[in-house]
């Protein structure tokens, strides 16, 4: 792991893996209150690394000490429950020939946004919280095969093991992640520097789209939407199947209360993910909103017959079916 003033979380995490880990290896990037103390009482070996605004650098010089079989990564702000702790060893007892193993970091969040997942675990430590976001990363991997981090922020390692022809797969380990819960002003901070951090690699990158993609990510958590479209339509010139990303360009447009761009890049983004259901309910949600529930229901009764099971479907094709007994004018 990487650490920076980390005293109120680190003991929680390496508490939470300790019996299945062999050594502790930390890169510490300028700690001044007790999170190197605390880190010696569980014997882990401590590296000092001046921070260059650079997640993946630092991460990388954490791998560089690993000696052992396998490497698992964490946040301090991170636990593992212990029921999961044994699925993580058989993991890497039998990783058939996968090289590393997706885990999904639950991040937990206070108020509900698009894409929280509501919070029903028992987990003690985690059952206050009501909603979470849930990302699949690669955090377990061979330690043998030259496995790095990639991009100055939001670090994965999937870029480089897709480069190298790495196979991965996805699990059912959670990783219970606090970032989002902790002191509003840390959280704030962490934003600033992020930012920062995005910004200075579009600079050096500007026709990245994954940068490009960021950004328009952080100008929406700012409000900026001429900005984020900006950023966002240039992602999509340049690759139209990153993410969801005319989805994302018909969100920013709703934000501004224009519907009718909004259904435009709704129906691009069906387009270009005819499989995944999402463009498609939100392109109902917003026919319904505009009193369209002909349309609307047409849409869903399709996406209902692929994907019979998806909850938000179902719920959208109920309101629309509500809607439609009491309007006629659904043209």
């Not at 079989?69 to 636990?79: C, K, M």
């Not at 994302?248 to 519907?259: F, P, S, T, W």
């Not at 529930?293 to 009764?301: H, P, W």
Request: glycine share 4%; aromatic share 12%; with cysteine.
């Amino acid at each position: 792991m990487i650490t920076k003033n980390e005293e109120r979380y680190l003991g929680q995490c390496l508490n939470s893996v300790k019996e299945i880990i062999d050594e502790i290896i930390i890169a510490d990037t300028g700690s001044t209150d007790k999170t190197k103390e605390i880190a010696k009482n569980f014997n882990a070996k401590i590296f000092d690394f001046k921070w260059s605004d650079d997640f993946s650098a630092a991460r990388n010089e954490s791998l560089r000490h690993a000696t052992k079989d396998w490497i698992l990564v964490l946040d301090a702000d991170e636990v593992i429950e212990k029921n999961d702790l044994d699925k993580i060893k058989k993991l890497a007892e039998n990783p058939e020939d996968f090289a590393g193993f997706q885990l999904e970091q639950r991040s937990y969040i206070n108020n509900f946004f698009e894409g929280a997942v509501k919070n029903d675990s028992e987990f003690e430590l985690v059952k206050e919280y009501p909603f979470y976001i849930s990302h699949f990363l690669v955090r377990l991997f061979k330690s043998s095969l030259g496995i790095r981090f990639r991009h100055r922020v939001h670090e994965i390692v999937e870029d480089y093991m897709k480069e190298k022809s790495l196979r991965y797969k996805k699990t059912g380990v959670a990783i219970h992640h606090f970032g989002s819960v902790k002191n509003p002003e840390l959280v704030n901070e962490k934003a600033e520097q992020y930012s920062n951090i995005i910004l200075k690699q579009l600079e050096e990158e500007p026709d990245n789209p994954r940068y490009n993609y960021q950004a328009g990510r952080m100008y929406v958590g700012g409000d900026d939407f001429d900005k984020a479209l900006k950023y966002f339509k240039k992602t999509a010139k340049m690759n139209p199947n990153y993410k969801l990303i005319f989805s994302e360009i018909a969100k920013v447009y709703l934000q501004i209360d224009n519907k009718n761009k909004a259904v435009e890049y709704f129906k691009k983004s069906i387009k270009h993910n005819p499989y995944n259901p999402s463009p498609a309910n939100n392109l109902a949600v917003v026919y319904m909103s505009m009193g369209k529930f002909v349309q609307a229901k047409k849409i869903l009764e399709g996406q209902l017959e692929r994907h019979p099971n998806n909850e938000a479907l179902k719920h959208n094709f109920e309101e629309c079916m509500k809607n439609l007994t009491n309007y006629r004018g659904g043209l």
